[in-house]
């Protein structure tokens, strides 16, 4: 089996449980620490061997587009403070791979942005990203070892993450059985059940990887739960037909599209810089201290 090179990341969703900082910028585009929210799921890709990536975008996701782009008068501008440094680590922003757009538009849910990607990756496997769902592993990239359970059971492979079950209604949630370490086959796929519906408390956790036969089923998939395109609809049709899989992939996954969690996303990911670590936790102690 050939390497997996191309990746689809889906960005082109409204973020409206995240007004009114999503108002006029594309939620992918909130920083987590001074990094914007897509970068990292950009950088999750290219660390496992991709190097073509298509985003699929929409309306008022133009920042997307210039934040992988080069900046000549801003590299220009800071050459002449002398700040080089800065530079480059700009200037790798735009060559970690080559990216891609194409634009929904009409947001008729996700599976009809997938069907969006369908001429970019042709006849191959690819992989899927959310674009506003960041997951952090001190090993392997999350996509990585979705790739490397593809490599082993030779088809479609759905990461997926144990949550609690007061959370089932948030998620694609999977029926299956296991076969392997971490490792399932798939016997039902179902978006958002209430808690008394959901089969398991096994979630879709945002990333997955497809084979090109999805599209046919996407195709023909028709408005789902609160009347979108769900991709979970047409991997539960997928699914009927031929063996599909499921990765409880090891790592953190933080959805940026929530308060709660975001302010909680923030708080981890600076206590993992280096940079901040020493004055921002001394801040957090006193803060905690104080009451
Ligand atoms: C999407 C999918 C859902 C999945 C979730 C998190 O939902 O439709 O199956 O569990 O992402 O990865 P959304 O959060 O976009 O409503």
């Not at 069907?115 to 506003?132: C, K, M, S």
């Not at 592993?137 to 490397?148: A, H, K, M, N």
Request: aromatic share 8%; with cysteine; glycine share 10%.
């Amino acid at each position: 089996m050939g390497a997996i090179t191309k990746a689809v990341i889906p960005a082109a969703g409204r973020g409206t449980r995240f007004l009114p900082a999503t108002k006029a910028q594309p939620k992918e585009m909130l920083p987590i620490v001074d990094t914007p929210t897509i970068q990292y799921v950009v950088e999750e890709a290219v660390a496992c061997g991709i190097t073509d990536i298509l985003i699929i975008t929409g309306k008022d996701k133009r920042s997307i587009e210039d934040h992988f782009d080069r900046s000549i008068e801003l590299e220009m501008c800071l050459e002449k403070g002398n700040r080089q440094q800065v530079v480059k680590d700009l200037r790798r922003i735009s060559e970690m791979a080559n990216i891609h757009y194409v634009r929904q538009a009409e947001q008729k849910g996700l599976g009809d942005a997938i069907l969006h990607a369908r001429y970019h990756v042709d006849n191959e496997p690819f992989v899927v990203l959310l674009g506003d769902a960041v997951v952090y592993s001190e090993g392997r990239p999350c996509i990585g070892q979705l790739v490397d359970c593809f490599d082993k059971v030779g088809g479609p492979v759905i990461g997926l993450e144990k949550v609690p079950k007061e959370k089932v209604s948030r998620y694609g949630i999977m029926d299956g059985q296991k076969i392997g370490p971490r490792t399932f086959v798939l016997s039902d796929l179902v978006e958002k059940p209430s808690i008394e519906e959901a089969p398991s408390a096994y979630a879709v956790g945002g990333r997955y990887l497809l084979t090109p036969d999805i599209f046919k089923y996407l195709e023909t998939t028709k408005p789902g739960k609160n009347g979108e395109i769900q991709l979970t609809d047409a991997l539960r049709r997928q699914l009927g037909e031929r063996p599909v899989f499921g990765y409880q992939y090891e790592g953190l996954r933080y959805d940026i599209g929530n308060r709660l969690d975001y302010l909680m996303t923030q708080v981890e990911f600076g206590l993992r810089r280096e940079d901040l670590k020493g004055p921002f936790l001394a801040y957090l102690k006193r803060k905690l201290k104080a009451g």
